[in-house]
Nanobody
Framework: QVQLQASGGGLVQPGGSLRLDCAASANGFTIRDMGWYRQAPGKQRDLVTTLTADGITNYADSVKGRFTISRDGAKNAVFLQMNSLKPEDTAVYYC???????????????WGQGTQVTVSS
């Protein structure tokens, strides 16, 4: 199985910064995309950012210019640097991996347990 362990969430003031880390264990799988989603109370889960193994990034419009995704392919780790945080960024953030089982042709999505980010004065 693919296992994801995220850390780095917490309480910060508006304008502050946080860095989220996620380490993936994916023995027997080839990881394709890695990234982050978030879900605010009472709302649907939304894409924050993804990064492919080829280095292609994708960001939600709401975080462009403020958040930066990076990854260490050899270590199966993905990071999210969040700057200029706003109260509307408050959500549970989920580490995300798209991976293919060796010998299979389809891609599955995997999710961490989530880490709480709260932006408040």
């Amino acid at each position: 199985q693919v296992q994801l362990q995220a850390s780095g969430g917490g309480l910060v003031q508006p304008g502050g910064s946080l860095r989220l880390d996620c380490a993936a264990s994916a023995n027997g799988f080839t990881i394709r995309d890695m990234g982050w989603y978030r879900q605010a109370p009472g709302k649907q889960r939304d894409l924050v950012t993804t990064l492919t193994a080829d280095g292609i990034t994708n960001y939600a419009d709401s975080v462009k210019g403020r958040f930066t995704i990076s990854r260490d392919g050899a270590k199966n780790a993905v990071f999210l640097q969040m700057n200029s945080l706003k109260p509307e960024d408050t959500a549970v953030y989920y580490c995300y991996v798209a991976a293919t089982r060796w010998g299979r042709s389809y891609v599955n999505d995997y999710w961490g347990q989530g880490t709480q980010v709260t932006v408040s004065s």
